[in-house]
């Protein structure tokens, strides 16, 4: 018992010498914190605002961005404003007008609910907010820095708010320096845009960056929205969907599958005007367009979903772009019929036609017909070796032979391979040399080098020989050969993919594509890279596109091996895979072996394998 009280004593005794550790953080270092998860770029902050300016019941909202969001971002529209209490209360965490208990988030309809953003956005910029209510004759004016209010006093503005949000990130410069390009961020700002005023077409959205108003959209029903938006051949390139049952409502439009894209580009789906991402909804859309896409293909969708607020819950992920539907498999299911039957119902699907020429006829039989055995009609007599006969068959283009004339073979009778014997030289400059080459199928060819076989993978083989070309050109700013198109190609993309297009226009020039800038998110080609197909340039350009929004930051800014090589490399050697003659096989070795590493493909498989005695002996 002494043993237990002496050991007592001594763990108090050490318990006062120590310090407490465990502190209280302050609000403004809770902000910052919390601001790390909720505004995680420009584009969170552009979100943010605009969706309050929603909830706010505005018809009018304009976004100003200046630098890509990082000196300025300022939203002003003419909803319903706030008094002079609110407008200070609404930078206090967790203080929001959308819900009053834990129940209401289980039947909340609008945008916002949770009171974090606005907190957060403080805590690492300046804020500037003006406000007004209709029932008062001077508006709000607020200043706060860092979460620390500067000045609050009367102002005259016009019914609603403004807020502007100026150095984003100043006292966080960790995080300012993981920020991309202005390009980047800029086009996940226009993606934000691009999301609300999609929901919301009933509201008049302007958008201005770096003082040029890039967009002015009216008010209207969704498809003159989708076409503001996107241009308006939009108009032929989609087809309504809608379906009404029990648990959910379905609207909006899918994309006609000709018009299908190698970009997931304009792809939208909405749960009660909230935009969502959903993997397994994306499924069943895609599942829908079963065989009617070509490979690697992506049809456009804006699609709605109307559903009782009680039966999802969207309290998963600050950004609130996930959502637990109750019953997913079952929204699966309508949905991949709803686009089905869109694409049925507007001919998008080739309809049976029995009624077309050289159909059968089909007719119940009646009691008076006479079924008949079908007849044979032979010649017993006929000699296919007369003269005559040959004659005749010869005209009819068959070409028979006896069985001493040796069997010339058709398109699909096998060949026997033609062996080049003597040794060729592929370069001067390098010691490959080989006996002789042959095509195996389409994507491989064999050579054979001294005592070892080669099995060369074509399209492997294109690829590096394309990207070597392509980053020497981009890195000595040079301009690959190009060819002119006969007609000029008119291309109009959306504004996020007009942006890109036009800051790779110096690359896309040196890897020999001819193209200007028509604005209005409309490009003119006037010519492609000498071997391209007419009429693929615009699939090539959304490989780029898609490539591009996919690469990190340090492949989009090394000039030489960069996705655009990549992208290059890849689309000239898909067409290049295909059964080469003799002259061709022989241009694709020299070239492969001229360059460095003719082994390494781009991303970093083996372009070819060798096989040595040695090894096939192993074998046996």
Request: charge should be neutral.
């Amino acid at each position: 018992m002494k043993q237990i009280y002496s050991g007592f004593l001594t763990f108090a005794q050490s318990k006062l010498r120590m310090s407490d550790v465990i502190k209280l953080l302050p609000d403004h270092v809770i902000n910052q914190i919390a601001a790390g998860e909720v505004i995680q770029r420009p584009a969170s902050a552009v979100k943010e605002l605009m969706e309050n300016a929603v909830d706010a019941g505005s018809t009018k909202i304009k976004l100003i961005i200046k630098d890509a969001g990082k000196t300025l971002i300022r939203v002003i529209d003419n909803g319903c404003g706030m008094s002079d209490t609110d407008a200070r209360l609404c930078f206090e965490k967790h203080a929001t007008s959308k819900i009053n208990t834990a129940d209401d988030i289980f039947s909340v309809t609008t945008k916002g609910f949770r009171g974090e953003a606005l907190a957060s956005i403080a805590a690492i910029s300046t804020v500037e907010l003006k406000t007004r209510t209709k029932d008062n004759e001077a508006g709000t004016l607020i200043e706060i820095e860092h979460s620390k209010f500067q000045r609050q006093e009367p102002c005259q503005c016009e019914t609603g708010t403004s807020i502007s949000i100026k150095n984003l990130f100043f006292n966080v410069p960790a995080r300012k320096t993981f920020l991309k390009s202005d390009q980047v961020e800029f086009r996940h700002i226009m993606e934000e845009f691009h999301r609300i005023a999609l929901a919301h077409p009933e509201v008049e959205f302007t958008l201005f960056n770096n003082d040029e108003q890039l967009f002015h959209v009216l008010s209207g029903n969704l498809k003159q929205r989708i076409m503001a938006l996107f241009g308006n051949t939009y108009d032929q390139k989609i087809v309504p969907v809608t379906e009404q049952t029990n648990l959910v409502s379905v609207s909006g439009f899918v994309g006609k599958p000709e018009y299908a894209r190698k970009t997931r580009g304009e792809q939208y789906f909405f749960v009660n005007r909230r935009y969502i991402k959903n993997n397994y909804l994306h499924h069943a859309l895609q599942s829908a367009y079963k065989e009617l896409l070509a490979k690697e293909s992506y049809p456009s969708y804006f699609v709605f979903f109307e559903i009782q607020p009680g039966k999802i819950d969207v309290n998963i992920h600050p950004t609130k772009t996930e959502i637990k539907f109750e019953d997913e498999s079952m929204i699966y299911a309508i949905l991949k019929s709803a686009v089905k039957r869109a694409l049925g119902q507007h001919n998008v699907i080739p309809p049976m036609d029995f009624d077309r020429e050289g159909a059968f006829e089909i007719r119940p039989l009646k009691k008076t017909d006479i079924i008949r055995q079908p007849q044979i009609n032979l010649n017993p007599d006929y000699n296919p070796f007369t003269e005559e006969a040959k004659i005749n068959l010869k005209n009819a283009g068959f070409s028979p032979t006896s069985r001493n004339e040796p069997r010339r073979a058709s398109q699909s009778s096998y060949v026997q391979p033609e062996i080049h014997a003597p040794e060729l030289s592929i370069h001067k400059e390098t010691a490959f040399q080989f006996k002789w080459h042959e095509q195996w199928t389409k994507e491989y060819m064999v050579v054979a080098t001294g005592e070892k076989l080669l099995l060369v993978n074509q399209r492997l083989a294109w690829e590096k020989i394309f990207f070597e070309e392509a980053s020497t050109a981009l890195q000595k700013k040079e301009n690959l050969p190009s060819q002119k198109e006969l007609f000029p190609q008119t291309i109009q993309v959306s504004a996020g993919d007009a942006a890109i297009i036009t800051i790779l226009l110096p690359e896309l020039k040196c890897l020999g594509f001819d193209i200007s800038d028509f604005g209005k998110q409309t490009f003119i080609l006037y010519g492609t890279p000498s071997g391209v197909e007419s009429g693929a340039s615009q699939s090539f350009l959304e490989g780029v596109i898609e490539n591009y929004k996919n690469s990190t930051e340090s492949e989009i800014k090394n000039p030489g091996n960069a996705f655009l090589a990549k992208s290059y490399a890849r689309k000239m050697a898909a067409k290049n895979t295909k059964v080469l003659s003799q002259e061709e096989r022989e241009s694709l070795l020299e070239r492969l072996f001229s360059i460095n590493s003719p082994d390494i493909a781009t991303d970093g498989k083996k372009v070819f394998i060798e096989l040595s005695p040695d090894k096939v002996d192993s074998w046996f």
